[in-house]
T-cell receptor, first 116, second 118 residues
Framework: KAGVTQTPRYLIKTRGQQVTLSCSPI?????VSWYQQTPGQGLQFLFE???????NKGNFPGRFSGRQFSNSRSEMNVSTLELGDSALYLC???????????????FGPGTRLTVL | AQKITQTQPGMFVQEKEAVTLDCTYD???????LFWYKQPSSGEMIFLIY??????QNATEGRYSLNFQKARKSANLVISASQLGDSAMYFC???????????????FGKGTKLSVIP
């Protein structure tokens, strides 16, 4: 079974631009979550999508948005990029049982975004 | 709010020796899940092991085992017979199943960088 894939793997943008990152979950997984990883803040939860609906959102400004398609693929968008948005963006997927915590989240290789 | 604490920023271990990576957590929920992930320099987070709050036995997966002490709120990862390929960052994470209508959100610790010495 193929793992979680993310495209692109590396991205360089300038301040003020916008960027779209893509994530394809493991086949059969319906939940997709996004995390931002920086040296200073560590791993922080951005948002989670399930059945095309955002179920939860972390403490990030509205410039960060996402969506999920009917095939469970997800995209996240960052508008008006700032230098501080430079980070590794990780996508994770899970089967997502609607209750309980035994479901395991599997991560993709990440997209490394550099904002100049 | 949940919190995960990993007090060891870096650890060294001799090849073939065992090593314990510490993790303490804080939550008021009786039901939760604890996970350990490995992150090599390539960046991908690799799932290692899971422990549920109601599990009676410590979880084991090959060379990985979890020393779960619920009363102390600790979930330490034990790696036996360390290999050079074990050199990586290791993250402890917790899932609260009630964080927003059944949504899936992991809270991570800051991580421990493990270096295996030949």
């Amino acid at each position: 079974k193929a793992g979680v894939t993310q495209t692109p793997r590396y991205l360089i943008k300038t301040r003020g631009q916008q960027v779209t990152l893509s994530c394809s979950p493991i086949s059969g997984h319906r939940s997709v979550s996004w995390y931002q990883q920086t040296p200073g803040q560590g791993l922080q939860f951005l948002f989670e999508y399930f059945s095309e609906t955002q179920r939860n959102k972390g403490n990030f400004p509205g410039r960060f948005s996402g969506r999920q398609f009917s095939n469970s693929r997800s995209e996240m968008n960052v508008s008006t990029l700032e230098l501080g948005d430079s980070a590794l963006y990780l996508c994770a997927s899970s089967l997502s049982s609607l209750a309980g915590h035994t479901d395991t989240q599997y991560f993709g290789p990440g997209t490394r975004l550099t904002v100049l | 709010a949940q919190k995960i604490t990993q007090t060891q920023p870096g650890m060294f271990v001799q090849e073939k020796e065992a090593v314990t990576l510490d993790c303490t957590y804080d939550t008021s929920d009786p039901s939760y899940g604890l996970f350990w992930y490995k992150q090599p320099s390539s960046g991908e987070m690799i799932f290692l092991i899971y422990q549920g709050s109601y599990d009676q036995q410590n979880a084991t997966e090959g060379r990985y085992s979890l020393n779960f002490q619920k009363a102390r709120k600790s979930a330490n990862l034990v790696i036996s017979a360390s290999q050079l390929g074990d050199s990586a960052m290791y993250f402890c994470a917790m899932r609260d199943p009630y964080s927003g209508a059944g949504s899936y959100q992991l809270t991570f610790g800051k991580g421990t960088k493990l270096s295996v010495i030949p």
